[in-house]
């Protein structure tokens, strides 16, 4: 199981979990450094608003399965352990992620 220790707000990912979210994030890079060369090559605003909108939608998809791991690692153990205080982070964190 994923060990997380809030006390130090770290958290030990297995392998699995690590790959998929660095391959997300590459993936974001790479959109990031595609929109910047259409900038470059004077591309059509909404083309480039549609790649914005893309990467928009990796990076809440990044966001999605960050959170779901984290509910189902560092805030579920919490509970377990009897911290209660993790649901108010976690409140705190979806608030913060709405906006």
């Known amino acids: 199981m994923d060990e997380c220790c809030c006390c130090e707000r770290k958290k030990v990912r297995s392998p699995e979990e690590y790959k998929s979210l660095v391959n997300r994030l590459n993936r974001i890079e790479g959109q990031i450094r595609g929109i910047k060369g259409m900038l470059d090559k004077n591309a059509y605003c909404p083309d480039i608003l549609a790649q914005v909108a893309a990467a928009n939608s990796a990076l809440n998809a990044f966001s999605r399965e ?34």
Request: with cysteine; charged share 25%.
């Open 66 to 99: 960050l959170l779901s791991n984290h509910i189902k690692t560092c805030v579920a153990n919490d509970i377990r352990a009897g911290n209660d205080e993790t649901i108010d982070e976690l409140l705190q964190t979806i608030q913060k992620l709405m906006k």
